[in-house]
């Protein structure tokens, strides 16, 4: 098996299809692994990003990929996932044939090492915990005497059931009350899937109610990043060609007043954004949105609808679900170690220390 660096797009234009097709034949894997989610997130946050497309290659066919980036800060080379560092792309792992996991897990464990006269920290973050890529990369680290540091960050997701009645039923009281009442007011409003034709303006509501909505909070919200609006502009126009866009709206007298943005892999939904008018927050057009989308999702087959990483109160709501996302960071220097594991690590544990203190500080009742 050969590996192969590539240091740009260009180079790696006669692999795309192939890379898109393995990621296809693996299911677990997020869109965020897709070779155009890739190439759409750096082209809008970091253009000049030295990167590193890694292929693993026999006999012309592809068996393996995976894409770094070099960040410099605070005068440290760091080397993360391509995709990560703006939370916009999270289950970032290697992709592989599932019948060549060993071999290219171990291979990438061994490339990593071999480079680190490269990279100062590398920082590998939203790995699923439950990935096989883990504890390969943690071996080959620990091997070479580097100091590392694990963290853990949650992850949601819905488990869509065969029906939406069946999705409805498995709510809570409270929810599923609020999501009925939502439906009956906009039983008369159009639940609009964007097309090719009318993506421009569709992408311009996306980011007004998204705005509107998180301004009515005294929040910026997500698009007042120009990185973040072109980003969704290279990736809506990418993914709608391959039929992953998932994004809808709900129209009233031909007025957005509710948006709904994410995109299709296997039989999993990843939500992405959404926006809703909240002058009309009383009535809840996100909520009905939301549900709306779910019937739609659950009668075209999905079986997963993806939050992303965190644990939102407003995710629970819907029934979710969490397990876990790791981040590791491995350093070799002793500078490297004593920056980013040692000092992180110590504050962490003051951190815990003084918060076990204050909880059994006894308090004079009042």
Not at 242 to 248: C, D, E, I, K, T
Request: net charge neutral; with cysteine.
């Amino acid at each position: 098996m050969r590996l192969a660096v590539l240091r740009s797009w260009d180079e790696a234009l006669p692999f795309l299809a192939a890379w898109e097709s393995l990621l296809a034949d693996s299911p677990d894997h997020t869109i965020c692994s897709h070779p155009e989610w890739l190439r759409s997130w750096q082209e809008a946050f970091c253009p000049q990003a030295a990167i590193f497309l890694v292929l693993f290659i026999e006999e012309e066919t592809l068996l393996g990929a995976v894409a770094f980036y070099e960040e410099r800060r605070g005068g440290f080379r760091v080397w993360r996932f391509l995709g990560d560092g703006t939370t916009d792309s999270d289950g970032l792992d290697v992709l592989y044939a599932a019948e060549q996991r060993e071999s290219v897990l171990a291979r990438i464990g061994d490339w990593l090492v071999a480079q680190r006269s490269q990279w100062d920290l590398l920082e590998l973050n939203t790995i699923p915990a439950d990935s096989p890529t883990v504890p390969v990369l943690r071996r080959s680290m620990e091997v070479m005497g580097m100091a590392s540091r694990e963290t853990r960050q949650p992850h949601l997701h819905v488990t869509l059931p065969q029906s939406y009645a069946e999705f409805e039923a498995g709510l809570s009281a409270k929810m599923r009350k609020r999501v009925r009442q939502a439906r009956r007011l906009f039983t008369k409003t159009t639940v609009r899937r964007v097309s090719d034709a009318d993506l421009p303006e569709s992408l311009e509501a996306l980011f007004g109610l998204h705005t509107f909505s998180w301004s009515a909070r005294d929040r910026e919200g997500a698009f007042g990043e120009a990185g973040r609006r072109k980003f969704y502009q290279l990736l809506s126009r990418r993914l709608l060609q391959r039929g992953a866009l998932n994004f809808w709206l709900l129209e009233e007298d031909g007025k957005p007043i509710a948006a709904h943005y994410g995109a299709g892999h296997a039989t999993t939904h990843t939500f992405m954004q959404a926006g809703f008018d909240p002058t009309r927050s009383k009535d809840s057009p996100g909520v009905a949105l939301q549900s709306f989308v779910m019937e739609r999702l659950i009668a075209a087959g999905y079986k997963r609808f993806d939050f992303m990483a965190g644990d939102d109160a407003y995710k629970m709501r819907w029934g979710s679900t969490a397990d876990e996302y790791m981040d590791l960071r491995f350093a070799h220097s002793t500078q490297a170690k004593l920056r980013w594991i040692f000092a992180p690590s110590l504050v962490s544990v003051l951190r815990r220390f003084l918060s076990s203190v204050i909880k059994r500080t006894p308090r004079s009742e009042h």
